[in-house]
Nanobody, 114 residues
Framework: QVQLVESGGGLVQAGGSLRLSCAAS????????MGWYRQGPGKQRELVAT???????NYADSVKGRFTISRDNAKNTVYLQMNSLKPEDTAVYYC????????WGQGTQVTVSS
């Protein structure tokens, strides 16, 4: 019914950049919120950033000033530009969609080497 497909993960050195994408398909409401969570090794899943269809965004303190969330509503796609990456950013990054229900992507691995 609703599918989220992430892309853009990979291996990068500390200080580098990556851009994640998440495309939603299926029954997508014109009003929704999309965002990113991450789960590092041995850690709980945590919120990274969200953005609603109105462009309102929210960030975790740990990524403010380094990560930027954006979206293309016409494409039902959300992006996460990650700059100045640190080893502690290493995690599986999950896309999430909130509308009439909550939907998760399959996750994409981001590994930052020191």
């Amino acid at each position: 019914q609703v599918q989220l497909v992430e892309s853009g993960g990979g291996l990068v050195q500390a200080g580098g950049s990556l851009r994640l994408s998440c495309a939603a398909s299926g029954s997508i409401s014109s009003i929704n919120t999309m965002g990113w969570y991450r789960q590092g090794p041995g850690k709980q899943r945590e919120l990274v950033a969200t953005m609603d269809t109105g462009g309102n965004s929210n960030y975790a303190d740990s990524v403010k000033g380094r990560f930027t969330i954006s979206r293309d509503n016409a494409k039902n796609t959300v992006y996460l530009q990650m700059n100045s990456l640190k080893p502690e950013d290493t995690a599986v990054y999950y896309c999430k969609l909130w509308q009439f229900g909550e939907y998760w992507g399959q996750g994409t691995q981001v590994t930052v080497s020191s």
